[in-house]
């Protein structure tokens, strides 16, 4: 079948570099963002989530940073592994009839090379 | 995956015909949601629950009915499928609005 990889941006590391993702969000109103990993197959998996009284909000070897400013949002992966390739979704929450549901962008794939 | 099961995993059916596909949870979670899937498009929210009885159209309800009778169980129903329904759905929970989303590991349905 169509693999979900397809007509997504692609970032290639190689084993060991940092990497970092990043997000443009759109609503102004949004107060809560998370990422998201998606492997072949797969659901998508919570990785970190950070709220907008917050900039920066660190995971294990994941940090997620926030400017409000400019609406951009980025994932940073330090000692990138193979097993961290996969696709990358970034949501941020939006209010629909008075109830907030999670808005995902396009995603990212994260492609690592041993 | 959060106590969270989608049922069937995979199904081919005919412009059409009715289907209808079933997400349960055993975490007691308030909210339940529906995604879509296409390359392109990323994941698309097709009907939400903020509760036994509650739901709502997410941005690409057209051709699709949602049902919530228990807190456990979300079916989402295509009355009659068309081709472009062919994707891969995910069902999705969590406690609030304002909280992470637990995802299914999604049925792929084929529409020929």
């Known amino acids: 079948g169509e693999s979900v990889g397809l007509h997504l941006p692609t970032l290639s590391v190689q084993e060991g570099d940092n990497s970092i993702i990043n997000c443009a969000y759109s609503n102004s109103a949004s107060d809560y963002f998370i990422w998201y990993k998606q492997e072949s197959g797969k659901g998508p998996q919570f990785i970190i989530d950070?709220?907008?009284?917050?900039d920066k909000r660190q995971g294990q070897r994941v940090t997620v940073l926030l400017n409000k400013t400019v609406k951009h949002l980025s994932l940073q992966i330090a000692a990138t592994q193979p097993g961290d390739s996969a696709v990358y979704f970034c949501a941020d929450n939006r209010a629909s009839s008075g109830y907030s549901t999670l808005t995902f962008g396009k995603g990212t794939m994260l492609l690592v090379s041993p | 995956d959060a106590g969270i099961t989608q049922s069937p995993r995979h199904k081919v059916t005919e412009t059409g015909t009715p289907v209808t596909l079933r997400c349960h949870q055993t975490e007691n979670h308030r909210y339940m949601y529906w995604y879509r899937q296409d390359p392109g498009h990323g994941l698309r929210l097709i009907h939400y629950s903020y509760g036994v009885k509650d739901t709502d159209k997410g941005e690409v309800s057209d051709g699709y009915s949602v049902s919530r009778s228990k807190t456990e169980d979300f079916l989402l129903t295509l009355e009659s499928a068309t081709s472009s329904q062919t994707s891969v759905y995910f069902c999705a929970i969590s406690a609030s609005g304002n909280t992470e989303a637990f995802f299914g590991q999604g049925t792929r349905l084929t529409v020929v």
């Open positions: 950070i709220r907008s009284n917050m």
